[in-house]
């Protein structure tokens, strides 16, 4: 099982940093995808990272402003989002995949086998 916190309402310009951990299993050879729908859209894929090499890709959009990292130590892999603008609110979702050799096209597809419930993040004044 999956799990996103860290959520929550944040000023336009401030930061927050999501958590994803694993009950049940170990992240460590699991590629970690970061998803969000914003309202009245489909869920895209902002950013991910490899298992092992810890390669991380990030959507145009968030580049620059948002950070990936895993801890597998803690069985946790965490987006710190910085700079933030309204039109990053919506829910994060992570998820993961043991699957795929991790490559740059799997971070905007959905296809990912396990899901976490998600996180409300709000970017309001």
């Known amino acids: 099982q999956l799990v996103e916190s860290g959520g929550g309402l944040v000023q336009p310009g401030g930061s927050l940093r999501l958590s994803c951990s694993a009950s049940?299993?170990?992240?460590?050879?699991?590629?970690i995808g970061w998803f969000r729908q914003a309202p009245g859209k489909t869920r895209e894929g902002i950013s991910c990272?490899?298992?092992?090499?810890?390669?991380?890709y990030y959507i145009d959009s968030v580049k620059g402003r948002f950070t990936i990292s895993r801890d597998n130590a803690k069985n946790t892999v965490y987006l710190q989002m910085n700079s933030l603008k309204p039109e990053d609110t919506g829910v994060y979702y992570c998820?993961?995949?043991?699957?795929?050799?991790?490559?740059?096209?799997?971070?905007?597809?959905?296809?990912?086998?396990?899901w976490g419930q998600g996180t409300q993040v709000n970017v309001s004044s």
């Open positions: 990272i490899s298992s092992r090499d810890r390669i991380s």
């Open positions: 049940g299993f170990s992240l460590d050879a699991y590629s």
């Open positions: 998820a993961a995949d043991p699957f795929t050799p991790f490559n740059q096209a799997m971070c905007i597809r959905t296809g990912w086998p396990y």
